[in-house]
């Protein structure tokens, strides 16, 4: 164990800017690593997914690329249905981005994943897990009906 007059010792003095710049460099490698955890939870068919790249092809699909695009000013919920392929997962990886880009906080489930991660272990795990997620901006639960028992 150091003593204190050792760990006075190895202090650095250090001016304003060396401070500012080592904060600045924390701060760009906890974005760094926000971005990267974000980008590894999106599923790789989506990795270029964006509100604007979405094609909405009649009225229905701009009608709920509009939702999707007031979302974020309007900290509204948003309940995406439809058919397969009709750009619901595109639309919500869209909100994820650019959420994620204003600096919220966001999360991307399938539904087996958050049911397996609430069905963990003792209940008190589940508490957390929610707890957890109630702490983010925008989360996203996607395949909804399409895993078992999510009908």
């Given amino acids: 164990m150091n003593s204190i007059k050792t760990i006075m010792e190895n202090l650095k003095v250090m ?7 080592m904060i600045n460099q924390e701060i760009i490698a906890r974005n760094e690593a926000l971005t990267k955890s974000f980008e590894e939870a999106i599923p ?9 790249n979405y094609y909405a092809n009649c009225d229905e699909s701009r009608k709920a690329l509009e939702a999707c ?3 974020l000013d309007e900290r509204a919920n948003v309940i995406l ?11 919500a990886i869209g909100m994820l981005r650019k ?4 600096k919220k906080r966001v999360k991307y489930y399938t539904v087996s994943t958050l049911l397996r991660e609430l069905r963990q272990g003792e209940s008190w795990k589940s508490e957390k897990v ?22």
Avoid: F, P
Wanted: glycine residues 8%; without cysteine; negative net charge.
């Fill in 15 to 21: 001016s304003y800017e060396e401070e500012q710049a």
């Fill in 44 to 52: 790789t068919r989506y990795k270029k997914a964006s509100l604007e």
């Fill in 69 to 71: 695009k007031q979302q």
């Fill in 81 to 91: 249905h439809g058919d397969y392929g009709t750009g619901k997962t595109h639309l």
């Fill in 99 to 102: 959420a994620h880009m204003a």
């Fill in 130 to 151: 929610l707890n957890t997620i109630a702490k983010y901006d925008l989360i996203v639960i996607d395949e909804i009906g399409r895993t078992k028992g999510t009908d």
